[in-house]
């Protein structure tokens, strides 16, 4: 809601002002295409303050920002691709992401107990509006909450699930912790049991299996090479820079595979990262609908 302001305290600006005003906002929309710049994710060395992080960040402590390799270039276009999102992509122009040829994107809802991301909803919407397949994630932090905790929230917020053909199973993003120790200072035991709690929360909520983001790295050191997550929940495998994806212990296979961080789309200012399907269009719909 806008503040109210007295008529009498309005200052009234020259003419001139206001129509080169209007005119430096029209070249700047023609200039982004999106509406708003996207703000600048925090640098390698900078710290993510709480609440910030994003679905790669713990990812590039592992594998590097130089591991997303070839520039701005992405390096398998082929086969059904999508895009995953936050605030950190400031306003996007879904019409213009799906004339580039994107079929489906993620964007993120939550992190922890407390934390939604600003863009959601617009996102959320737009990319629906816009025809493409979307889904929402929840950035974990183990260290804050138990997982039956942190699902509740996702579901409450952003991650619930409708068979309408555009609305994919809500992902569960567990990486490298970016604010600290990689793996949120439990043992793999207590990792089993948060990971599993999530699961199970959600799948109460919403009646889907939730998709696990991780790296083969982070899932084979801090759940010790677990293979209990391997016939329930699809594989969402982050591996910037490489022809194929290394895969975590247990999983046959990757469903989703987050291949570059510094991917082009027509529509998002800037870097943003790009994400391959293991399968048809008909197959990403199937997943959609929960008759895969």
């Not at 080169?20 to 710049?37: D, E, H, K, N, R």
């Not at 591991?67 to 019409?95: E, F, L, R």
């Not at 895969?247 to 789309?265: D, E, H, N, S």
């Amino acid at each position: 809601m806008l503040a109210y302001r007295s008529p009498s305290r309005r200052l009234k600006r020259p003419r001139g002002a206001v129509l080169a005003g209007a005119l430096g906002s029209a070249v700047a929309l023609i200039l982004t295409g999106t509406g708003t710049a996207a703000a600048a994710a925090p640098a390698p060395d900078e710290p993510v303050r709480s609440g910030q992080a994003w679905m790669g960040a713990g990812t590039r402590i592992e594998q590097g920002p130089a591991s997303s390799a070839g520039g701005v270039t992405p390096m398998d276009t082929s086969g059904v691709q999508g895009i995953d999102v936050s605030h950190w992509q400031g306003a996007i122009n879904w019409g213009s992401v799906k004339a580039a040829g994107i079929d489906f994107a993620y964007m993120k809802a939550t992190e922890g107990t407390s934390f939604k991301d600003s863009r959601f909803n617009a996102n959320y919407t737009g990319s629906y509006n816009a025809g493409l397949i979307r889904g929402a994630y929840h950035f974990a932090r183990p260290n804050v909450s138990n997982g039956a905790t942190q699902a509740n929230y996702f579901a409450t917020n952003g991650g619930g699930w409708s068979r309408d053909g555009k609305t994919l199973p809500g992902v569960l993003d567990i990486e490298h912790n970016p604010y600290g120790a990689m793996c949120y200072g439990l043992s793999t035991t207590q990792m089993r049991t948060w990971i599993n709690d999530f699961y199970n929360t959600y799948k109460a909520r919403t009646t889907r299996d939730v998709v696990i983001y991780t790296t083969a790295s982070w899932w084979n050191t801090c759940t010790g090479r677990w293979t209990g997550m391997s016939a329930k929940s699809p594989l969402w495998v982050a591996h910037w820079g490489t022809a194929s994806p290394t895969i975590p212990a247990g999983f046959p296979t990757w469903t989703i595979w987050q291949y570059t961080a510094t991917g082009r789309v027509g529509g998002v200012s800037g870097d943003v990262d790009r994400n391959k399907f293991n399968g048809s269009f008909a197959r990403l719909q199937a997943l959609a609908n929960n008759t895969a």
